[in-house]
């Protein structure tokens, strides 16, 4: 009997029937721009492996100046629809369904071409559009329609039009970027003929039966934006014009929101989907921060949507369909929405891969193969860089054991997790242990590992990771001075503080102090927090009165030396959040300073290299988040009696490690030994 009767029931599109109500969502991974179709098409077909019903690709751009970036992919000559007919023939043996996404920027594209409805520049791109004329429009509606039908000579099952996220259609839409005063702007009648022309027409071209996913912005989050009641009639203008199914887009790029970072509740907006249901006679998809099948199943279960798009989630787990169908939900890894490896990289111009799957994207490259000789393995430290490797040593055939000083799996990632808007990070420990228990590695906790205890192992691999950096701050041995770690333990700490160090852990913490109970874990607070509200009352979805965050429950100020602004090293597409939300908590944040000394009174800094301006800041606590250093001492044992190690994760560069680089690097030597 299984526990996900909603997701796993099959879904009739009239034509063709899907097998789950489960959508693997578009995303850009960079793959198609390496040209090596084979790997792109083994991405693909290892999701349609394991099990999920339908796949959208990465945005396709139905022409030149569409396209996200110069030189952005899209079917444009005889040899794409070849190269194309690669993966959809790998997707179809692996009985497989995909979409081809039809991506038009308009303004967000990274170029002088860009065009849109008209030219009104956008705040996240540096090249203001060139207004279309009435052929100009008529052209883009015909490269739409000519995309569509080289996706069905190139075999895809269907395509999704890109109608939301603030694309060329989105600016055409609303009144914030469409000022025309022609037949494609003024009244909503008119703002909506661009994207009821492209689906009506792609539907003449392609034929009854061929899948039209048209993705429709249901929330803009931008001033201005649509009202639902415009979004009532899209819908139901699209599914006239020949639609298949409605998939939910949710806030503009521009948008001052997060709609799909780790601090955004859970189905934070499921409820934007559902006020669509019942309006339309088609299969409406819902999406954003579904992660586990749990919650996918609640969300369609409370009639939410017709199915449930994850995109994210495909990267973490390929097989998260076919654990749900085998009801071992426990086994899948997690997605824990941090955008490190995926979104990051996308906007970095490297492709994309997974902080908890390094072999996302990389299937044909990082392979996991059988080991030739079965050997024993020691790994030292239980962190994410001795977990992954002990995880694939033990998928080899090794057997494997671990070491760790603690009582627990997880090493930093169980000091992440008490971070409010980390909650996801209780999930990977969790799937680790699992996964641990199910490799059958033996685990030897509560022991600190010696040289004599690892010398009969054939190879032993050194995870032991990081010690926080000593800052040696004159009087940073007065007891009202704490580490990050006293803090994330729940040491007492008072209601005026000063963070020394602006990283990644000093922004953590920062939140950590100023947050009361999380909204992560509380949607109607979060939406109070961001200022989002119900968009038939308003449109787009802002609440009138902006964002109303709860009330500081400590006083901080953050420093750091550097004389940049705090947090700008932070992750490209989630350092703004965390420095608005720190920002609405009122925290002082403050770069270019010298710490002279703590007193009890508080810390004195000064500025420049003069050290001028000597100040006292008053403070209950300092905490020290000033960065890490490898603890190499067993590694320098071992090299001292002439054992031969593999030394990883932090234990080998501290400096900005992450749990990516280090699920990555171990991951990448277990394939190895
Ligand atoms: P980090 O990002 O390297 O930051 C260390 C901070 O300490 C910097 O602000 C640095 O700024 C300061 N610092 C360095 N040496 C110092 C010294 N001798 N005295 C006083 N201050 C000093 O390290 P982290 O914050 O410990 O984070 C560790 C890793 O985890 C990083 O890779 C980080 O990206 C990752 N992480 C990321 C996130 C996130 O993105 N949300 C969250 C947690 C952790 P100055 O040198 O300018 O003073
Ligand atoms: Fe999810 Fe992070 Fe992996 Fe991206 S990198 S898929 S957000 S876990």
Known sequence: MTKYPHLLAPLDLGFVTLKNRVLMGSMHTGL????????????????????????????????????????????????????????????HEADGKIAMQILHAG???????????????????PFPPKEIDEDGIEKQISDFVTAATRAKEAGYDGVEVMGSEGYFINQFLVLHTNKRTDRWGGDYENRMRLPVEIVRRIRKAVGPDFIIIYRLSMIDLIPNG???????QLAKAVEAAGATIINTGIGWHEARIPTIATSVPRRAFSWVTKKLMGHVNIPVITSNRINTPDVAEEVLADGCADMVSMARPFLADPNFVAKAVANRA??????????????????????????VNPRACFETELVVAPASEAKTIAVVGAGPAGLSTALTAAERGHKVTIFDRSDRLGGQLNLAKQVPGKEEFHGLVDWFETAVADAEIELRLNETATVDALQSFDEVVIATGVVPRDPEIEGQDLPQVLSYIDVLRGADVGKKVVVIGAGGIGFDVSEFLVTGDSPTVNLPEWLREWGVTDPSDQRGGLAPEGPQPDAPIRDVTLLQRKAEKPGRRLGKTTGWI????????????????????????????????????????PCDNVVLCAGQVSERSLADALEA???????????????ELDAKRAIDQGTRLAATL
């Open 32 to 91: 198609e721009e390496t040209k090596d179709w084979n790997r792109v098409a083994e991405f693909y077909a290892t999701r349609a492996r394991g099990g999920v019903a339908l796949m959208v690709t990465g945005g396709m751009a139905p022409n030149k100046e569409g396209g996200v970036f110069p030189g952005a992919a899209g079917l444009f000559t005889d040899q794409d629809i070849a190269n194309h007919r690669i993966v959809t023939d790998r997707v």
């Open 107 to 125: 303004r967000y594209a990274y170029g002088p071409d860009c065009v849109s409805a008209s030219a009104v520049k956008s705040p996240i791109s």
């Open 226 to 232: 649509s009202s639902f009641e415009e979004v009532i």
């Open 330 to 355: 426990e086994t899948i890894a997690p997605c824990i929405a941090c955008n490190q490896a995926c979104l990051d990289h996308t906007f970095g111009g490297k492709l994309s891969s997974c902080l």
């Open 578 to 617: 965390h420095r608005a939300t720190l920002q609405m908590k009122g925290v002082t944040m403050k770069g270019g300073v010298n710490y002279e000394r703590i007193t009890p009174e508080g810390i004195w800094v000064s500025t420049g290299e003069a050290r001028e301006n000597p100040t006292l800041i």
């Open 641 to 655: 009696e002439g054992i031969p190690c593999h030394v990883i994760g932090g234990a080998d560069v501290a400096a």
